[in-house]
Structures are given as C-alpha cells and as structure tokens.
T-cell receptor, first 111, second 117 residues
Framework: NAGVTQTPKFQVLKTGQSMTLQCAQDMNHEYMSWYRQDPGMGLRLIHYSVGAGITDQGEVPNGYNVSRSTTEDFPLRLLSAAPSQTSVYFC??????????FGPGTRLLVL | AQKITQTQPGMFVQEKEAVTLDCTYDTSDQSYGLFWYKQPSSGEMIFLIYQGSYDEQNATEGRYSLNFQKARKSANLVISASQLGDSAMYFCAMREALSGSARQLTFGSGTQLTVLP
C-alpha cells in the first residue's frame, strides 16, 4: 500500500513549456485534489475531483488542467508554464469524510 | 475574509515544555472539521489530529491535543513535552460540509515551531 505517490519529485521548466504532474493513490479514495504551496501562503486548492469523470476548480485554477479517467490517477497539466507557477505541488486523497492524505510533493521551478 | 488564521508566524519552545499553536477559523456552516498537519523540513505533510464540529470532547492523539472552543471559533493545537523532532511548520486546516470546493481543505499560513535544546 503506497498511499499517494507523485512524480516527478523535482522539475525545471522553461517559460512556455507544458508538462504533466502525475498523482496516483492505491487506497480506492473517491476524493482527490491538487494544492500548491508558496512561501508564507499555506496550501491553496487548484483543482479537485469527487470521483472518476468528475472534476472542478478550486481557488487558483488558472493555467492548470486536470482529468480523472480512473479512481487511482489524477494528473495535473500545466499548459504553458509561467514563472508564477514556480511552487511546490501536493496531491491529496481521502475517502468520504475521512482524513486527507498527501503525497510527497513535486518541486517545480519555471525559468 | 480569511477562513483560517494562524497569527504566530514563528514560535520557540524549550525541549520538554508544552506549547500552544493558535488557530481561529471563520465559517457559517454548522458542520465542519478542523485538522492540524505537520510539515518538517523534508517537505511532506503529516496528519496530526482532527476535531469535528459536533464532537463534544477535545481531540487527543498522544502528545497532541486540540483545544476546541466553538463559540470563539478557535482550534488551538497543544503539544505536550516538546521534542527536538517537533521542530517543523504546523498548518491548521478546515473542511466545511458545504458543496463545492469548500468541501476540500482550506489552510492557514502556518506556524514555524522551533524546539530549543
């Protein structure tokens, strides 16, 4: 039982490049979400999903796309990377009203 | 208005002493949950403790307890007998029972705790 896994751990992009941050969970959780963490601002919700095929926007969705084709996977796509997207990205999952479990994070630097 | 407010950017505590990390929240919902997470320098988010709005007793998990004062809308984390390994950033978070993104966690800005030997 690996919990929530994220790849890659680190990534450097140039402005305008696109990439996908991967997130997977093996706990059969319905709810999955993506957060970004910037210094002094805590974690902010980007997108979330309440089940396969259902996604919705969080607090800071601009510049990001998500899809949820399976219960296990919830990738986050950066369409055209900008320096403002330099951050640490966390994926999380939970079952119903249960505790939210976080992945180890992806550190992204956009030059 | 901030949904979660942590007014202490940094705190110091002597090893073996107790420390209280403050958290106040803002919600009009009657049903909600409050969470505390620990983030050590390695970066992972570690769940510590949970308090439901209808729970009559304060939550406890080992050396962690949550001082829940519903009328004041505060959910302070108390760490007893601090250890050097408790040095980390601590985040308070809330999940409301409303629909939409409010059902996901909203985080405070965190408190950096340093335990002194």
């Amino acid at each position: 039982n690996a919990g929530v896994t994220q790849t890659p751990k680190f990534q450097v992009l140039k402005t305008g490049q696109s990439m996908t941050l991967q997130c997977a969970q093996d706990m059969n959780h319905e709810y999955m979400s993506w957060y970004r963490q910037d210094p002094g601002m805590g974690l902010r919700l980007i997108h979330y999903s309440v089940g396969a095929g259902i996604t919705d926007q969080g607090e800071v969705p601009n510049g990001y796309n998500v899809s949820r084709s399976t219960t296990e996977d919830f990738p986050l796509r950066l369409l055209s990377a900008a320096p403002s997207q330099t951050s640490v990205y966390f994926c999380a999952s939970r079952a119903g009203s249960g505790t939210q479990y976080f992945g180890p994070g992806t550190r992204l630097l956009v030059l | 208005a901030q949904k979660i407010t942590q007014t202490q950017p940094g705190m110091f505590v002597q090893e073996k002493e107790a420390v209280t990390l403050d958290c106040t929240y803002d919600t009009s919902d009657q049903s909600y949950g409050l969470f505390w997470y620990k983030q050590p320098s390695s970066g992972e988010m570690i769940f510590l403790i949970y308090q439901g709005s209808y729970d009559e007793q304060n939550a406890t998990e080992g050396r962690y307890s949550l001082n829940f004062q519903k009328a004041r809308k505060s959910a302070n984390l108390v760490i007893s007998a601090s250890q050097l390994g408790d040095s980390a950033m601590y985040f308070c978070a809330m999940r409301e029972a409303l629909s939409g993104s409010a059902r996901q966690l909203t985080f405070g800005s965190g408190t950096q705790l340093t335990v002194l030997p």
